[in-house]
């Protein structure tokens, strides 16, 4: 059982990038009903970025709102968080994380390090 993210780089601020993560080794498909986007900045305790439940449901952090979108892949078990105008403050690890149907999250990847530059 794995979550394996990618996208990760450097931009300066107004740019975009795009976060991938694809989970496997779960035995079934519905398991993990909910998946997000975790992010930890240098110093600070890990914060929800986003959130997407089974229905297709987003959740977004104040920040995010406007600037950030989280969906679901082609492929079976993969969400993608979509950056744009990025930020400084956005700077961080972000994590992939899966959760039950009611998106209590349990389970984080390693991570993909964002830096935002002024």
């Known amino acids: 059982v794995q979550l394996a993210e990618s996208g990760g780089g450097s931009v300066q601020a107004g740019g975009s990038l795009t976060l991938s993560c694809a989970a496997s080794?779960?035995?079934?498909?519905?398991?993990?009903?909910?998946m997000g986007w975790f992010r930890q900045a240098p110093g600070k305790a890990r914060e929800r970025v986003s959130t997407?439940?089974?229905?297709?449901?987003?959740t977004y952090t104040d920040s995010g709102k406007g600037r950030f979108t989280i969906r679901k892949g082609d492929a079976e078990n993969t969400i993608y968080l979509q950056m744009n105008n990025q930020k400084p403050e956005d700077t961080g690890m972000y994590y992939c994380?899966?959760?039950?149907?009611?998106?209590?999250?349990?389970?984080w990847g390693q991570g993909t390090k964002v830096t935002v530059s002024s």
């Open positions: 997407i439940n089974s229905p297709g449901r987003t």
């Open positions: 994380a899966e959760a039950d149907p009611w998106c209590n999250f349990r389970l």
């Open positions: 080794g779960f035995g079934d498909s519905n398991y993990h009903s909910c």
